[in-house]
């Protein structure tokens, strides 16, 4: 089955939080280092999480053989990778050579502790020494966010895939997955904690 933006417009759609290599007809948005960036606001969700990132790394593919990815956490899927997201980091090994760097932007000094000791430890090793937690004003990251406009890849994506008669519905965020987020992330720090006594 070929893959189209179509697997991850409606998340984009929703608000709640998505994965897109951003990209117009001038090309694709790039980290100084030449890499295409890859933004995702929260983390990806759905039943179709693999498609998401099989889609990204297809469209970066044909522009970059490295990609820079920009975590923005202040959105709703942002969360305590859980069992779906773990999975998916693991499935992700098989684009470890292409990933140059993953930023995480805003977190709050207590968000950052807790990916520190608890959310890091659970990514891939290849991830794990990619990660930098950074400011919103950090100046590796702010040219990268500057006037970045997802719906405009989107509709550009559909146009030129031959999807724009194809109506799209929201994919939006199942809460659900926070409270099993938050009872992973509990039951870590209770391991943490006896670890530490």
């Known amino acids: 089955m070929q893959l189209t933006v179509d697997a991850i417009a409606p998340?984009?759609?929703?608000?709640?939080?998505?994965v897109l290599?951003?990209?117009d007809e001038t090309g694709p948005?790039?980290?100084p280092s030449g890499a295409?960036?890859?933004?995702?606001?929260?983390l990806p969700h759905g039943d179709d999480m693999r498609a998401q990132v099989d889609y990204v790394f297809e469209r970066a593919a044909k522009h970059a053989?490295?990609?820079?990815?920009?975590?923005?956490t202040a959105y709703?899927?942002?969360?305590?990778?859980?069992a779906s997201l773990r999975a998916l980091f693991a499935y992700?090994?098989?684009?470890?050579?292409?990933?140059?760097a993953v930023y995480f932007v805003g977190l709050s000094p207590l968000l950052r502790k807790g990916l520190r000791l608890f959310g890091l430890p659970l990514l891939p090793s290849f991830l794990r020494t990619r990660v930098r937690m950074v400011t919103d004003d950090d100046p590796d990251v702010v040219p990268l966010r500057k006037d970045v406009d997802p719906c405009a890849t989107i509709a550009w994506l559909r146009r030129i895939e031959?999807?724009?008669?194809?109506?799209l519905d929201a994919r939006h965020f199942d809460t659900n997955l926070l409270r099993t987020s938050r009872k992973e992330l509990r039951a870590a720090s209770r391991r943490c904690g006896q670890d530490d006594g």
């Open 11 to 18: 998340y984009v759609i929703s608000g709640h939080g998505f």
């Open 21 to 23: 290599c951003l990209e």
């Open 29 to 31: 948005r790039c980290a």
């Open 36 to 42: 295409a960036l890859i933004l995702a606001r929260g």
């Open 65 to 72: 053989k490295h990609v820079c990815v920009l975590v923005e």
């Open 76 to 82: 709703p899927s942002f969360r305590f990778p859980d």
């Open 92 to 100: 992700s090994r098989k684009y470890e050579q292409r990933i140059e």
């Open 162 to 167: 031959g999807l724009t008669a194809t109506p």
